[in-house]
């Protein structure tokens, strides 16, 4: 007699943890996913919105913001493995704006203090944040680099640029870079810009190509860039904290949502909109190494290197809000390096997603977690939330 793989019971405990985040108010709803040996349990919590209107339901499409990181990368990988794409030539024959860059002399430099790049920027430098720039952790305004990244409409956040992909490189190209490329880890922008390199090198729309070579095969009807109109009962209302008075605000509605119509920029680095079942499907074939049923979509030595870490101590150093010191960085996924708490398993990849959402896989206990809610993050360290769900899901484990 075959044992099941989760304890019901103590699902049961991870039912009612979950349900308090959102009865104490934390958030409207919530869905939560874990899958371990083929035994998946889906749970959907609550309401779409604050305002009581309709329940939650495991197929409701969430904002899931730097969760898209993962699926741009292995989208990339596509690529590489094609020779369309190579891990360590430079970037520039497809985008020639980021040609000849210039690098700040000091993070507190005026913009044109700066010397020339050592060398040009990679895919390999893309993949794992170390391009050079990116979201600079500290509060706004507090370098030049900030207020000219935020004046050009390319400060990272939780909303998806409004500029062309072709006007958001020529900014990006105008601005120095704040390490030389390789040397410094810097969070969200090579996302972006990965999108845009795999657009121009497959000569499509991202979002077609993605459609076609993960979207489809994988079964994921409802991820993409937007909401279409008729699916639009399914989004459920975004909300922050606002600063002023520490309340509740909506930050993003369905009735005038921006992920309610095609965007202007197809944002690699948090553009994507998606449902449990469908992150499910490609987090599985992930820590299936790349097989999805009969078919691959990846090779395993490809999401090998994706799930390893590349960070060097030093690079981590600089990033300890996001790594402390169990995590590194691997080809646009966080990697577990060493045990430290119940939830923290070496190999364990995946990442978080700014509007309430975080997904990861583990290949020693077969184990894919994702919780989507729709309550903006404060700080890159993970809300009690997310605390709660990651040990709820390992508590859960039955042997």
């Known amino acids: 007699m075959s044992v099941a793989k989760f304890s019901l019971e ?5 039912h009612d943890v979950m349900a308090g985040h959102v009865e104490r108010g934390g958030m409207p709803g919530l869905v939560t996913l874990v899958s371990r040996h083929g035994e998946v349990h889906v749970d959907a919590i609550g309401r779409m919105a604050f305002d009581g209107s309709a329940p939650m339901r ?17 989208a990339a990988m596509v690529l590489v493995e094609e020779c369309r794409l190579r891990l360590d030539e430079p970037v520039d024959r497809l985008l020639p704006e980021l040609a000849e860059r210039t690098v700040l002399k000091r993070l507190d430099s005026p913009i044109g203090d700066t010397v020339p790049a050592k060398r040009p920027i990679t895919l390999r430098d893309l993949l794992t944040f170390r391009l050079g720039i990116g979201a600079v952790m500290a509060p706004p305004g507090t370098y030049p680099i900030q207020d000219a990244m935020a004046e050009a409409g390319l400060e990272p956040g939780p909303n998806p640029p409004q500029l062309s992909p072709d006007e958001w490189m020529q900014r990006l ?6 390490h030389q490329p390789g040397e410094g880890w810097m969070y969200h922008t090579g996302s972006d810009v990965l999108g845009v390199l795999i657009s121009r090198a497959a000569g499509q729309p991202l979002e077609r190509f993605l459609q076609e070579r993960l979207f489809d095969p994988l079964g994921m009807k409802d991820t ?3 909401v279409p109109f008729e699916k639009l009962d399914r989004l459920p209302h975004s909300y922050a904290t606002n600063p002023e008075d520490g309340s509740v605000m909506v930050q993003d509605s ?9 965007p202007a920029f197809m944002s690699g680095g948090g553009g994507l909109v998606s449902t449990a079942a469908d992150y499910f499907a490609f987090s599985r074939m992930m820590l299936d190494k790349g097989r999805c049923g ?8 490809s999401v090998e290197l994706m799930t390893a870490d590349h960070l060097t101590p030093e690079q981590k150093a600089g990033a300890r809000i996001f790594f402390g010191d169990s995590r590194g960085w691997g080809f646009g996924v966080a990697v577990d390096t060493r045990r430290d708490g119940l939830a923290s398993v070496p190999g364990r990849f995946g ?3 700014g509007l309430g959402t975080s997904g990861y896989s583990d290949p020693a206990e077969d184990l894919v977690g994702i919780l989507l809610t729709q309550r903006e993050l404060e ?3 993970p809300p009690v939330v997310f605390q709660d769900f990651w040990t709820s899901a390992y508590q859960a484990i039955n042997d």
């Open 351 to 353: 990442w978080d997603g």
């Open 254 to 262: 369905p009735a005038d949502s921006r992920w309610g119509r095609p």
């Open 379 to 381: 700080s890159p360290e």
């Open 224 to 226: 993409g860039f937007y």
């Open 10 to 14: 103590r699902l049961g405990r991870m």
């Open 294 to 301: 009969s078919r691959r979509i990846l090779s395993r030595p």
């Open 173 to 178: 190209g105008r601005l120095p870079l704040i």
């Open 58 to 74: 495991h197929d409701t499409i969430f904002r899931i913001a730097s969760m898209t990181k993962p699926i741009v990368a292995a």
